[in-house]
T-cell receptor, first 113, second 113 residues
Framework: AQSVTQPDIHITVSEGASLELRCNYS??????LFWYVQSPGQGLQLLLK??????LVQGIKGFEAEFKRSQSSFNLRKPSVHWSDAAEYFC???????????FGTGTRLQVFP | DGGITQSPKYLFRKEGQNVTLSCEQN?????MYWYRQDPGQGLRLIYY???????QKGDIAEGYSVSREKKESFPLTVTSAQKNPTAFYLC????????????FGEGSRLTVL
């Protein structure tokens, strides 16, 4: 069965530090992969997506993610975190030929000044 | 501006009462979805609809019902049969291109007393 794993429930970083949020998926075919961000009490906003092609994907707000087929991973990175990046981040896999997404359980990011 | 509007944002109900959450979109999207979000569990799919007058159960449909009489609207009813209805509910839509970029509303928080 398809699944998405975000092994880190909660991450704390200092402002200006680099960030990497981990995401691993289980899916029988080449997946469509997404990262979404959610501020408290709000809906989700798409950061970036991977469908095919270049495995390094650029997104909004200075985020990027790299698809590694051999590791079944799609980790999210940012070279320098800003206090406004504090939020919850969700990785998701799209099932081929549908618009249904399976979400990971999320990683909550806390940023210290 | 195009988007998804969910109402109400906060809702309190007594146990045993049915409640209906509204979701309206003006993005001209074909597909609409309802997700439930609980702390530490990510988002779980309740129901989805790809076309007017048709909808399918998601992973946790028990105790919920939906209708899709208009393309723009996809209301969710939380019935008294839902054993743990207190949660954050998110509505989403997509253009149904088979690749799953979802656009989300800002959510409705239901508390059952």
């Amino acid at each position: 069965a398809q699944s998405v794993t975000q092994p880190d429930i909660h991450i704390t970083v200092s402002e200006g530090a680099s960030l990497e949020l981990r995401c691993n998926y289980s899916y029988g075919a080449t997946p469509y992969l997404f990262w979404y961000v959610q501020s408290p009490g709000q809906g989700l906003q798409l950061l970036l997506k991977y469908f095919s092609g270049d495995t390094l994907v650029q997104g909004i707000k200075g985020f990027e993610a790299e698809f590694k087929r051999s590791q079944s991973s799609f980790n999210l990175r940012k070279p320098s975190v800003h206090w406004s990046d504090a939020a919850e981040y969700f990785c998701a896999v799209g099932l081929y030929n549908t618009d249904k997404l399976i979400f990971g359980t999320g990683t909550r990011l806390q940023v210290f000044p | 501006d195009g988007g998804i509007t969910q109402s109400p944002k906060y809702l309190f109900r007594k146990e045993g009462q049915n409640v209906t959450l509204s979701c309206e979109q003006n993005l001209n999207h074909d597909a609409m979805y309802w997700y439930r979000q609980d702390p530490g569990q990510g988002l779980r799919l309740i129901y989805y609809s790809q076309i007017v007058n048709d909808f399918q159960k998601g992973d946790i449909a028990e105790g919920y019902s939906v209708s899709r009489e208009k393309k723009e609207s996809f209301p969710l009813t939380v019935t008294s049969a839902q054993k743990n209805p207190t949660a954050f509910y998110l509505c989403a839509s997509s253009i149904l291109e088979g690749a799953g970029e979802l656009f989300f509303g800002e959510g409705s928080r239901l508390t059952v007393l």
